[in-house]
């Protein structure tokens, strides 16, 4: 199994950029592909950002796409969440995954809270 831990959250004004962290350590052969969730109180979760490790292949949300932009450093198997123009309809608490199999992904970090707000 992957553990992943997520860093970087915290309060921000709209408009101002935020980058999270998410550090896989077990077996990290699993953690080829990583990915953000976000979910608010009452909502579904909603798929953010993905990206596979091999190829580099990425894919966001259209909610996200233009703002945000996921990368990965393969020595310190750490996936990083880059968020710009960040708006208020953004916050949420950030989960990062990986390990899809069948449509669902395996393995879940903690989550770590945004909050974008003047």
């Known amino acids: 199994q992957v553990q992943l831990v997520e860093s970087g959250g915290g309060l921000v004004q709209p408009g101002h950029s935020l980058t999270l962290s998410c550090a896989a350590s077990g077996r990290t052969s699993n953690a080829d592909a990583m990915g953000w969730f976000r979910q608010t109180p009452g909502k579904d979760q909603e798929f953010v950002a993905a990206i596979v490790w091999t190829s580099g292949n990425t894919w966001y949300a259209d909610s996200v796409k233009g703002r945000f932009s996921i990368s990965r450093d393969n020595a310190k198997n750490t996936t990083y969440l880059q968020m710009n123009s960040l708006k208020p309809e953004d916050t949420a608490v950030y989960y990062c995954?990986?390990?899809?199999?069948?449509?669902?992904?395996?393995?879940w970090g903690q989550g770590t809270q945004v909050t974008v707000s003047s």
């Open positions: 995954v990986a390990d899809p199999q069948g449509g669902r992904w395996l393995s």
